[in-house]
């Protein structure tokens, strides 16, 4: 029991958990705003409005900063971390979706004897949108956990 507390009391690790729940309910509410019908496994799943990578990371370095100093190591590695998941978060992982799109529909054509031309967009990405709102949805999580509780 003494862990969980311990557990409970690590502000970074709680601001962090909090926005990931945060974003991925958020994520999941406006999925069924839009299309007009719940879908659970947004709860789990990737992508989306807000990027939840973006807002996790984005929570515990901002939480870091806070309980440890902006001037801390520990700080440096995570802002660093939160960097470079939000750019992935913009480029690779939004890249790999699209192309599942692509094979998706070479599928379907095959299927169906067609023939499907395609060129491949190498840029893509979780909109810039999606990563800024995951990351001040983060950011204003952190301060909250870390100057509220």
């Not at 999925?31 to 709860?43: C, V």
């Not at 996790?56 to 660093?80: E, K, M, N, P």
């Not at 599942?100 to 810039?128: D, Q, Y």
């Amino acid at each position: 029991m003494n862990t969980l507390n311990l557990l409970l009391q690590n502000k970074i690790l709680l601001s962090a958990g909090i926005a990931w729940c945060i974003s991925q309910v958020s994520k999941t509410v406006l999925y069924a705003i839009i299309f007009h019908h719940l879908d659970l496994s947004r709860l789990r799943g990737d992508g989306g409005m807000p990027s939840s990578h973006s807002a996790t990371v984005t929570a515990a370095a901002v939480s870091c900063g806070v309980v440890c100093g902006i001037d801390s190591a520990i700080f440096a590695i995570a802002f660093l971390f939160a960097a470079i998941t939000c750019h992935d978060a913009m480029n690779s992982r939004r890249e790999i979706g699209k192309h599942s799109v692509v094979l998706n529909e070479l599928l379907k054509s095959i299927e169906r004897e067609e023939s499907l031309e395609v060129v491949l967009k190498e840029f893509v990405g979780h909109t810039p949108l999606q990563v800024l709102v995951g990351m001040t949805l983060g950011a204003v999580i952190a301060l909250l956990v870390c100057w509220v509780f």
